[in-house]
T-cell receptor, first 113, second 114 residues
Framework: KAGVTQTPRYLIKTRGQQVTLSCSPI?????VSWYQQTPGQGLQFLFE???????NKGNFPGRFSGRQFSNSRSEMNVSTLELGDSALYLC????????????FGAGTRLSVL | AQTVTQSQPEMSVQEAETVTLSCTYD???????LFWYKQPPSRQMILVIR??????QNATENRFSVNFQKAAKSFSLKISDSQLGDTAMYFC???????????FGEGTQLTVNP
């Protein structure tokens, strides 16, 4: 079974631009969660989608948004990029429910110049 | 809200020796899941072990085992017979009851020396 796939692996953007990251979950998984990892703040939860609905959201500004499609693939969008948005963005998928393990993708490294 | 604390930013161990990584957490929930993930230099987050809070028996996975103390809200990871490939950042994580969100600790960088 293929793992969680995140594209692109690397991105370089400038301040003020917007960016879209993609995550394809493991086949059969319906839950997709997004995390931001930075040296200063560590791993922080962004949001989670299940069956195309946002079920949980972390404490990030409205510039961070996401969506999930009917095939469970998910995208996250960051508008009006700031230098502080430079981070590794990780996506994880699961069958959903606390008994189920979240499996992570390799991440997208975003650099904002 | 849940919090997870890892008080050891860095640790090192000699190959073949045993090392224990500490983790404490705070929650008002009674049923939950705890995890240890490792993140090697490749940055791929890999599950090491999972513990269900309602199970008193400590989880084990080959060389990896946990010491789960529910009353003390402590969840430490023991790595036996350490190998060079165990060098990684290790994260302790708490899963919320609906399974939608992991709360991570700050991480412990483990280095296994030859």
């Amino acid at each position: 079974k293929a793992g969680v796939t995140q594209t692109p692996r690397y991105l370089i953007k400038t301040r003020g631009q917007q960016v879209t990251l993609s995550c394809s979950p493991i086949s059969g998984h319906r839950s997709v969660s997004w995390y931001q990892q930075t040296p200063g703040q560590g791993l922080q939860f962004l949001f989670e989608y299940f069956s195309e609905t946002q079920r949980n959201k972390g404490n990030f500004p409205g510039r961070f948004s996401g969506r999930q499609f009917s095939n469970s693939r998910s995208e996250m969008n960051v508008s009006t990029l700031e230098l502080g948005d430079s981070a590794l963005y990780l996506c994880a998928s699961s069958y959903s429910g606390p008994k189920n393990i979240q499996y992570f993708g390799a991440g997208t490294r975003l650099s904002v110049l | 809200a849940q919090t997870v604390t890892q008080s050891q930013p860095e640790m090192s161990v000699q190959e073949a020796e045993t090392v224990t990584l500490s983790c404490t957490y705070d929650t008002s929930e009674s049923n939950y899941y705890l995890f240890w993930y490792k993140q090697p230099p490749s940055r791929q987050m890999i599950l090491v072990i999972r513990q269900e809070a309602y199970k008193q028996q400590n989880a084990t996975e080959n060389r990896f085992s946990v010491n789960f103390q529910k009353a003390a809200k402590s969840f430490s990871l023991k790595i036996s017979d350490s190998q060079l490939g165990d060098t990684a950042m290790y994260f302790c994580a708490f899963m919320n009851p609906d399974g939608s969100r992991l709360t991570f600790g700050e991480g412990t960088q483990l280095t296994v020396n030859p």
